[in-house]
Every structure is written in structure tokens, then in C-alpha cells.
């Protein structure tokens, strides 16, 4: 599975950005798809995830009420969709899908930064 993320730019605090991820190769058995971020100095965390079977997704504390993620299957595309955007969402933001359940095999894509200025 090949992942290509693209959207990231400098928005100004209580902006909104819509990041998206391309799924390509081996999409058909995918049984799960997110985001993570990374900001300067920290580690990677769990933004978003959809989780095949599962009745909602799941969000970052941090991100809740604000971030939404979705799918379109027919365009092998997931979304990010990010408002009221903080200083602290700064960071480069990643795409992964995972083939079978959570010790399975992961792909990610190379991110993309999103930077919020305050």
C-alpha cells in the first residue's frame, strides 16, 4: 500500500484545513486507516482512526469536537478535516493504513506539515 498525504499549509489559530491521504496498491484489505502527528521535540501520537467494524471512529482527546475523518472508498481517499485549529495542532501530520488487526502490517505515508500561527 502505497499512502500519499497532501493539505498541510500555515493557517492562523481558529483556521481550518482539510488534509487528505491517497491510498494506492493493495487498498482492497485494509482494515484500518488514520492519522497521526509528530510536533517538534515529541513523539508521534494518535490523531484520528477508522477501524473497519467499529460503529464511530476514534479521536485524540486533544482533537475531539473540533477534527473529523472520513472515507471515500470509491476514491481510495481519506479525509482530515481540522477546525478551530490551535498553535498546539502544529505538527507533521501522518497518514497509515494497516492490513489485519492492531499487530498487523502498517504503511504510512510521508506527511505533511501543517503549522498554526497564533
Known amino acids: 500500500v502505497q499512502l500519499v498525504e497532501s493539505g498541510g499549509d500555515l493557517v492562523q489559530a481558529g483556521g481550518s484545513l482539510r488534509l487528505s491521504c491517497v491510498a494506492s496498491?493493495?487498498?482492497?484489505?485494509?482494515?484500518?486507516m488514520g492519522w497521526y502527528r509528530q510536533a517538534p521535540g515529541k513523539e508521534r501520537e494518535l490523531v484520528a482512526e477508522i477501524i473497519k467494524g467499529h460503529d464511530s471512529p476514534n479521536y485524540a482527546d486533544s482533537v475531539k469536537g473540533r477534527f473529523t475523518i472520513s472515507r471515500d472508498d470509491a476514491k481510495n481517499t481519506m479525509y482530515l478535516q481540522m477546525n478551530s485549529l490551535r498553535p498546539e495542532d502544529t505538527a507533521v501530520y501522518y497518514c497509515?493504513?494497516?492490513?489485519?488487526?492492531?499487530?498487523?502490517?502498517?504503511?504510512w505515508g510521508k506527511g505533511t506539515l501543517v503549522t498554526v500561527s497564533s
Open positions: 497509515y493504513a494497516r492490513h489485519g488487526s492492531h499487530y498487523g502490517t502498517y504503511y
Open positions: 496498491g493493495s487498498t482492497f484489505s485494509i482494515n484500518a
